[in-house]
């Protein structure tokens, strides 16, 4: 079993004039990373191992629990400035900003700048939109989230509407009460492979 390296993969949405790549993308023995938060950064257990292991790449994840968009984009722009040429980049974050004060359209802007960038350097860009805070966490959680809960949503539908030029991975609704783990707020392992499936029923290659 070929333990992962993590690469970053946007997934960009192009509606406005909902205009999306939709291919399939192949990542057998690819190089790949993966940018995010806490979503992706269940090293060794989350939706990135399952598909590395799956699809045999080589996984490198630069994810953070705890960031927001301005530190994803900043690291992986210093992920290029160091030489390194992934083949695809999974970008997930949001959800952070969206519990801050941040400006979603700055969220969705800086996003698409990962995404123009992986693009740039000759890479597929992925961008996850995640999965659906309102069915699965605001069960969960104390009514003082709510606010952030609609936030991110809204960002969510921002992604899946703007961005461009990037395979976007929509949000993922088959989620409910009993999917988050014990801090509300994110998938255990068990379900980090439904999430996973997710994500490649979306945009790879099987």
């Known amino acids: 079993m070929v333990r992962p390296i993590y690469v970053i993969a946007g ?15 192949n990542v057998k023995g690819k190089r790949i990373a993966v940018i995010g938060d806490s979503h992706s950064a269940g090293f060794g ?33 210093d992920y290029y400035k160091k ?6 980049v999974f970008i997930y974050g949001g959800a952070n900003d969206s519990f801050g004060n941040a400006n979603l359209q700055d969220v969705v802007d800086r996003i698409q700048a990962m995404a123009d960038l992986v693009r740039d350097n000759g890479g597929t860009p992925v961008v996850i939109a995640g999965f ?4 699965a966490v605001q069960p969960n959680v104390s009514s003082k989230y709510i606010f952030g809960i609609n936030r991110y949503r809204e960002l969510q539908k921002m992604i899946e509407n703007q961005i461009r ?12 009460a009993k999917s988050v783990g014990g801090d509300g707020f994110h998938l255990p ?7 996973a499936n997710y994500v490649a029923n979306k945009v790879l290659k099987s």
Do not use: C, H
């Not at 659906?132 to 069915?135: A, E, I, R």
């Open 45 to 77: 257990w989350g939706w990135q191992d399952k598909l590395s292991w799956k699809y045999n790449f080589e996984l490198n994840n630069l994810s953070k629990g705890g960031q927001s968009t301005p530190w994803m984009k900043a690291t992986l722009e």
């Open 165 to 176: 030029k990037a395979e976007v991975v929509p949000t993922w609704s088959e989620v409910d």
């Open 11 to 25: 997934a960009g949405v192009l509606t406005g004039l909902m205009v999306f790549l939709n291919r399939k993308i």
């Open 132 to 135: 659906d805070y309102q069915k």
């Open 189 to 195: 392992e068990t379900i980090q492979s439904k999430f």
């Open 83 to 88: 030489g390194n040429k992934p083949d695809v």
